[in-house]
Every structure is written in structure tokens, then in C-alpha cells.
């Protein structure tokens, strides 16, 4: 079993920057690609970025240039690094983990990005 819990969430201005963390509680980043998706309300859930070792991360093109990725495996974290934010990133922001092999998700609870003047 496997949690996940995110962090860094808030309220910004547009042209703001966020940095969002997801601590694992176990040691999961070699086994598993790790992402971020988001979901605004009344819209689908969406992948942001998401990175596995030994593969180029991934971006969502309207984040692409803005938003980045990263991951500290000594301390099971995933950040997303969120520049230059627009109104349109309001969303939850969601850590995903999904195991390799197995097929198996597991979710954070999200964390509320907020994007307003």
C-alpha cells in the first residue's frame, strides 16, 4: 500500500509561480512513472507532466515551457515547479503513481491551485 500526499497549493496571482511536492510513503520513483494531473471544476482530469527514469519528462502542451517536473528519490518526493500561471492552471492537482508491471494507480487527495487577480 502506498500514500501519496500533496502539498503546496494556493492561492497566486497570474504571472505567479507554485512549487507543488508529493511525498510517497514508500520508496516507489524506480518502479513506477510518477505524474501530475489536474482537474478543474465541470472538466475531465488531465495529465500535467509526468516523469520516469530513464525517459524524458512530459508535458501537457499547454503547459509545456511553464511548468517542470522533478523528482528527489533520496526523499520520495515529485515536485511540479509551476511558472508564469494563468488563470485557465486553476485546477486540483492530483499526484499519480502508476507501478510498473502491475498496472496498479494510487491517487493523492490534490491540492488546490488557485489562479486570480
Known amino acids: 500500500q502506498v500514500q501519496l500526499v500533496e502539498s503546496g497549493g494556493g492561492l497566486v496571482q497570474p504571472g505567479g509561480s507554485l512549487r507543488l511536492s508529493c511525498v510517497a510513503s514508500?520508496?516507489?520513483?524506480?518502479?513506477?512513472?510518477m505524474g501530475w494531473y489536474r482537474q478543474a471544476p465541470g472538466k475531465e482530469r488531465e495529465l500535467v507532466a509526468a516523469?520516469?527514469?530513464?525517459?524524458?519528462?512530459k508535458y501537457a502542451d499547454s503547459v509545456k515551457g511553464r511548468f517542470t517536473i522533478s523528482a528527489d528519490s533520496a526523499k520520495n518526493t515529485v515536485y511540479l515547479q509551476m511558472n508564469s500561471l494563468k488563470p485557465e492552471d486553476t485546477a486540483v492537482y492530483y499526484c499519480?503513481?502508476?507501478?510498473?508491471?502491475?498496472?496498479?494507480?494510487?491517487w493523492g487527495k490534490g491540492t488546490l491551485v488557485t489562479v486570480s487577480s
Open positions: 514508500r520508496s516507489i520513483f524506480s518502479i513506477s512513472a
Open positions: 499519480n503513481a502508476k507501478v510498473f508491471f502491475t498496472g496498479v494507480d494510487y
Open positions: 516523469i520516469t527514469s530513464g525517459v524524458s519528462p
